[in-house]
């Protein structure tokens, strides 16, 4: 019979073997090695354009911090000029009210029997004296101020008696309160 020795086949076969899992292991690592670099080189690039992304970004805010300051600076400069012609407004529309007043009462006085002597406003109450003919003149006054559009809540404060020293003549001195009728709003006219 004949003997065939295999195993110097099988130790080169185990050799083989081992530098072919050894050549595989050393391939392995390359190839790892390689797909690290890669994906470093991939996160690096990214990073780089994220941050070239967030300079960008930081730029534009900043110009736009710049222009929302300004246009903060144009609201508050708006703010002080809508303030102005409030102001305005109201000085315009106030000037009118003492002659208004004025003018209102000179229409109520009873001529040649009465004439006032002080008017005195504050924010829309009155106090006026005045010197009259008789009693029945400060009523007929007092009637027509109550009748008016403009004056309300009249009350008669004081009457004495006024003697005047070169005629003898025996005159009414009175004091009246009363007060303005708030001004209706156009909205308010228009519905009635």
């Known amino acids: 019979m004949i003997r065939i020795n295999l195993l110097p086949y099988r130790a080169a076969k185990k050799k083989?073997?081992?530098r072919r899992q050894v050549s595989i292991f050393f391939l392995s690592i390359v190839v790892?090695?390689?797909?690290?670099?890669?994906?470093?080189?991939?996160?690096?690039?990214?990073?780089?354009?994220?941050?070239?992304?967030?300079?960008?970004?930081?730029?534009?805010?900043a110009k736009y911090k710049k222009i929302n300051d300004e246009i903060a600076e144009i609201k508050k400069k708006l703010a002080v000029l809508d303030r102005k012609i409030d102001v305005i407004s109201s000085l315009e529309a106030?000037?009118?009210?003492?002659?208004?007043?004025?003018?209102?009462?000179?229409e109520l006085l009873v001529e040649k029997r009465m004439w006032y002597t002080t008017i005195e406003?504050?924010?829309?109450?009155?106090k006026l004296s005045g010197i009259a003919i008789d009693n029945q003149t400060v009523a007929d006054f007092m009637t027509r101020i109550e009748k008016s559009d403009s004056f309300e809540n009249v009350r008669l404060a004081t009457?004495?008696?006024?003697?005047?020293?070169k005629n003898d003549l025996k005159l009414k001195e009175f004091d009246i309160n009363f007060s303005r009728k708030p001004k209706m709003n156009k909205s308010a006219e228009v519905k009635k």
């Open 16 to 18: 083989e073997n081992i």
């Open 32 to 61: 790892i090695l390689l797909l690290v670099f890669w994906h470093n080189s991939y996160l690096g690039g990214r990073i780089e354009s994220i941050n070239k992304e967030i300079a960008n970004t930081r730029e534009q805010v």
């Open 159 to 165: 009457i004495k008696q006024y003697k005047m020293q």
């Open 121 to 126: 406003e504050s924010s829309n109450s009155f």
């Open 94 to 106: 106030d000037r009118k009210v003492p002659v208004e007043n004025l003018d209102g009462l000179y």
